[in-house]
């Protein structure tokens, strides 16, 4: 019965269907699978294939970025509510734009899989300071800070990444908390993460839930 409702969901996602997607799954539902099942192996394994799938075709179809990863976090949190003791969360990202900056699609994407992978996803919005990004990933617990600028004076600003790095350092928080980086300017210069300060980037809202469980675990160790 599984097998057949991941085959139906993975069709679906690649014909960016979402009705179709949602229907499969209350048919799985309805058919008896859990919403253990639903989550680790439905959702997640979608988000997987496509991660696997972005890494060996960059150019792949942004449509299916978005549907995979948006789906993928109503799904999350719907079968969540199901479940009589939720999973604990497998780390707490605090996301948001850079100051100045109000694109936020990328960051959507970005949550959305995150979301679906487990991750708590603090959603700050769009043109976020520095100082805010801090405290709420102090409050919050967080271990890392994802800031994404779609331009390139945004990703450079020095409230930005550049702020954020700097009061880290001031606070003396960077063994605690890593700092991410994504967007357009970062696609086109794979080094800027590292000239504003921070610890990894990802090309794509759907790779960046592989990077920030990389970071995470940094901060384990």
Known sequence: MLDAAIAAYNEAIIDTDRDRALQVVLEARAAGASPQDII???IVPAIEQMIETVSEDPDANLAQHFLTASIGADITEKMLKELETSPAPV???VIGTAPGDFHSLGKRIVGGCLKAL?????????????????DEAVAHGAQVIAVSAMMMHTARGDDGCLGVRRLLRERNLEGRI?????GAPFRFDPNLYKAVGADGWAPDGVTAGKMVGELIRECAQ
């Open 178 to 182: 890593k700092l991410a980086a994504g």
């Open 91 to 93: 780390g707490c990202v």
């Open 118 to 134: 487990m991750y708590e996803v603090i959603d700050l919005g769009n043109s976020v300071s520095a100082q805010r990004f801090v």
């Open 40 to 42: 680790f192996k439905l």
